[in-house]
């Protein structure tokens, strides 16, 4: 059974969801970590080059551990041995067939 806090959250999830799609984003509400990185995952095919810029979230979640030992073509500008390396690695990521970054801070309403 879901408490108070959880059916706050989904309520709210769904709302926001609602209101971004009306802005032509794709959106999806997780209850948690494990469902938001299965998600995650399943929107990504095997194969593709992956990069990403500040994910915090994608982070927190596993999902950048998840990309660099998965099946896809991880661009991970940690590796670098340079800071030159990095600088590469870092425009190299913005062709990347998926980019993954975070939102800073998202309203009610739909917007970034």
């Not at 794709?26 to 992956?50: F, M, Q, R, S, W």
């Not at 990095?86 to 801070?105: E, H, P, Q, T, Y």
């Amino acid at each position: 059974m879901a408490t108070p806090k959880e059916l706050y959250y989904e309520k709210r999830g769904n709302m926001l969801m609602k209101n971004l799609r009306s802005r032509h984003f794709d959106a999806y509400y997780c209850a948690n970590k494990e469902e938001a990185l299965a998600k995650a995952l399943e929107l990504i095919p095997e194969g593709v080059t992956v990069g990403w810029g500040g994910a915090q979230s994608a982070e927190d979640i596993g999902l950048l551990e998840a990309i660099r030992k998965g099946p896809y073509q991880a661009i991970d500008r940690d590796t670098a041995k340079s800071p030159a390396e990095r600088v590469a690695l870092m425009k190299k990521a913005l062709l990347s067939d998926v980019f993954i970054v975070g939102a800073n801070a998202l309203s009610l309403d739909g917007q970034m």
